[in-house]
């Protein structure tokens, strides 16, 4: 009995060689600033052209600054000219912009999902690893680089190897300040950060099927950082609520005859995986990352762990190396951690119900002396449904800095970044060494985590501020 990976791969595979690789049809395909120039330049040079430019979209997102007075100024020649190079390409290939000035510009796996570009049953690329959010909506979708972004453009297909399956089954419910990322948080921490190397995802169980679209894209967000190859769940009515309307769904005259096909997509009863894991939601706390690593999480009431105790000695070097570059002792308490910035934002956490939940918390309270926290809605129209239910009223009165979309501080490659040595509570998906800029220190956590941690000045438990 097929699985929902499966039954989606198998569609879409055009030819199978002997080794097992499959030339695989990409139904969308989406492009930003960074990884697509080279692709255009070496088609252009090849006297290729775009096969399938509607089934495109691009969007500007990590270089762009969020500062109110971008459209004017973007200081770097290199960010700059990435833009420009992207605007030049959609134009010359016919391929649909969301340019700066364009409401409906933000982060691409924001942007995608929100005008209804990501269906059931599709395939969907982008040269950026963390598209495994669209799986969220029963798709396979997978980051890919910047050779492939040039295939996927000149023929609609790539090669690829039929990945593993795993099923991560959630029982129970989530309770009180806890989010779908103390969730993913948890299962990476589980499984590891290479637990899931070779991997399809399939996320299932209670939990995650009381979870929104939101909130399932916040988890397939950061299958990657489990290194799972893409992660996804079976559709359902709440897939389908929030599909439909949308700009690029199918309208009335095909709604029905798609829901239906959509409902043939998951997973079989008895169906096999390579793997199963599963967590009990009801035991995971609000958690916070402590060193370099995604796996490096915690629930936020434990300790700063001790490499001593780790019997494999690879594993404590590493862990030697991600205290010293954290600047924390074994043994602190998580909570004594003082952060200098706050960073609500990203394509993990940047969507209209992460900024409701982060100012439930900030509502009535200040941000701390000495901190600097910012809010960075995830598109232009996330940014306009806040401000018109008042959420950046409520984040602007705390002492928030109140953004244009972007990637922002999420990664060191535009305005926002971290100075070296400061310490941010981060809503992102990645702590590496240097990610939020050369020195910085991140701690990975959910909105609520964040903003609390905003109004404390310290990793705080959120259950203990609202």
């Not at 690593?293 to 300790?303: I, N, R, Y």
């Amino acid at each position: 009995m097929p699985t929902i990976i499966r039954k989606i791969w198998d569609r879409h595979v055009l030819m199978e060689r002997p080794d097992g690789l499959c030339l695989l049809y990409i139904d969308r395909h989406l492009v930003h600033e960074v990884t697509s120039p080279q692709a255009f330049e070496a088609m252009r040079q090849a006297g290729r052209k775009v096969r399938r430019p509607l089934s495109l979209m691009a969007v500007p997102d990590h270089n762009v600054p969020t500062s109110t007075d971008r459209l004017e100024r973007i200081d770097d020649p290199d960010s700059r000219r990435q833009i420009e190079v992207l605007r030049e390409n959609a134009k010359e290939a016919g391929i649909t912009l969301f340019d700066m000035d364009d409401i409906r510009q933000g982060i691409v796996h924001v942007t995608g999902p929100e005008h209804g570009l990501i269906l059931p049953g599709i395939t969907a690329v982008c040269g950026d690893s963390h598209t495994s959010t669209l799986g969220a909506f029963g798709a396979v979708a997978f980051g890919i680089g910047t050779s492939e972004v040039e295939h996927a453009l000149a023929t609609q297909t790539l090669w690829q190897t039929r990945p593993r399956e795993m099923r991560i089954t959630v029982g129970g419910a989530t309770g009180f300040g806890v989010s779908a990322k103390d969730v993913i948080l948890a299962i990476i921490a589980k499984i590891g950060a290479g637990g899931g190397t070779g991997y399809a995802i399939e996320y299932a169980g209670e939990a995650v099927r009381r979870m929104s679209m939101e909130e399932r894209m916040t988890v397939c967000n950061m299958t990657i950082e489990a290194g799972g190859r893409f992660g996804m769940v079976a559709p359902d009515e709440t897939t389908f609520s929030y599909l439909k309307g949308r700009p690029a769904a199918p309208g009335d005259a095909l709604w029905e005859s798609a829901v239906a096909d959509w409902k043939t997509l998951p997973t079989d009863p008895d169906s096999g995986f390579d793997r199963e894991e599963s967590l009990d939601a009801s035991r995971i706390e609000p958690q916070v990352t402590w060193g370099t690593s995604p796996e490096d999480a915690l629930p936020v009431t434990g300790f700063v762990p001790d490499p001593e105790n780790h019997p494999d000695p690879r594993v404590r070097e590493r862990m030697e190396r991600a205290l010293r570059y954290m600047d924390l002792r074994p043994g602190t308490r998580l909570t004594d951690i003082r952060v200098d910035k706050v960073f609500i934002g990203s394509c993990t956490n940047a969507r209209v119900e992460d900024l409701r939940l982060a100012a439930k918390v900030a509502q009535g309270k200040k941000v701390a002396d000495g901190v600097t926290a910012m809010v960075v809605p995830g598109s232009g129209l996330v940014k306009s449904q806040a401000e018109t239910e008042g959420l950046d009223r409520v984040f602007l009165e705390a002492g928030y800095q109140w953004r244009l979309p972007g990637c922002s501080m999420c990664l060191g490659m535009n305005p926002d970044r971290l100075k070296p040595g400061e310490r941010c509570a981060s809503t992102s998906n990645r702590n590496f060494e240097g990610r939020q800029g050369p020195g910085g220190r991140t701690h990975l956590m959910s909105p609520m985590m964040a903003a609390a941690a905003a109004i404390t000045g310290r990793i705080t438990d959120v259950r203990e501020v609202v």
